[in-house]
């Protein structure tokens, strides 16, 4: 008698594989319809990013989704390479409360590596299939406008210099670039509104959370470096599918810290007109596909 373990995988049968590939087509069918010609926003970090056969994964679906007739906008921030371009480059990074104080010197190597290095990289990703993409930097046409962060810690006010948040939005740049068929792709850089030329850092997150209201876009998805929100971390059942803006506003306060700025974005979100955004695990190779043309989904969603 033969061992079952000594045998050779059979494929499907032909109707089978056609079927279970036809399958999925079909489930993403009322998601195509749904999204086709609205504006989602995407904002691109974490491990992902310093993953090159993620970056290409990115690369793909974002392309997909322009391709499906969906206005896709990419907003990303670049932690781990500016880390990395400072001890380069010899310059100390401080850190206080777990915010990085961003001195003029600083800031200086966060606009190279974000609008030099990490948005030409996504863009030219995205180019590998068409002349889609093209990069902004939040400092073009004032798109995005902030205010000097002030930070308590402890109860005491701590300086950390550039540091700053989204106060205005002016998305008539990117705008004009979808009208254009592209796909912009966005660098988390805002000019001081009080100093006159000067830039600050400001959080990825939140400045995408900020161009998704100022776009009234149908979705807002954070890509991240956790599959989602739990409800009783570590405990991986606990994995939150839904969670209301109400719901998620209790929760927030018991969040670990790394989750707080992602779960504040999508709650400004749809605070601001966003129907729905999502936390998903950019981990996962076509996660975003996943979230957006499948009934399961993927990650956490928040709903209004």
């Known amino acids: 008698m033969t061992d079952p373990a000594d ?130 930097s939040g400092e073009d046409a004032r798109l995005f406008e902030g205010r000097v962060r002030k930070a308590l810690i402890d109860g005491e006010p701590v300086d950390l210099g550039l540091v700053g948040d989204v106060v205005s939005v002016n998305p008539e740049g990117v705008m004009a670039e979808l009208h254009a068929g592209r796909i912009p792709v966005v660098s988390s850089i805002a000019l001081d509104v009080d100093v006159p030329g000067r830039s600050l850092n400001v959080n990825a997150d939140a400045a995408a959370a900020a161009l998704a209201v100022a776009l009234r876009a149908a979705k807002l998805v954070i890509l991240t470096n956790v599959p989602g929100l739990y409800r009783d971390w570590p405990d991986r059942d606990s994995l939150i599918s839904t969670v209301s803006a109400l719901e998620l506003r209790e929760l927030l306060p018991s969040l670990d810290a790394g989750m707080i700025p992602k779960m504040t974005a999508c709650l400004d979100a749809v605070d601001g007109g966003v129907p729905k955004a999502a936390v998903i695990d950019g981990r996962d190779a076509h996660s975003l596909l996943f979230e957006l043309f499948t009934t399961s989904g993927s990650g956490t969603e928040v709903t209004a």
């Open 7 to 136: 045998t050779e995988p059979q494929p499907l049968p032909l109707i089978e594989h056609h079927s279970t590939k036809a399958a999925v087509l079909i489930e993403a069918l009322p998601w195509l319809k749904k999204f086709h010609g609205q504006t989602i926003v995407i904002k691109f970090g974490g491990n992902a990013m310093v993953d090159e056969e993620l970056v290409r994964a990115f690369a793909d679906d974002i392309a997909f989704l322009r391709y499906a007739g969906i206005r896709p906008v990419v907003v990303h921030g670049g932690g781990p390479q500016i880390s990395a371009m400072l001890d380069r480059l010899g310059i100390v990074s401080e850190f206080r409360g777990g915010y990085r104080v961003t001195t003029p010197e600083a800031m200086e190597v966060v606009r190279m590596v974000l609008t030099g290095q990490i948005s030409r990289d996504i863009v030219g990703h995205i180019n590998l299939h068409g002349a889609l993409a093209s990069g902004i």
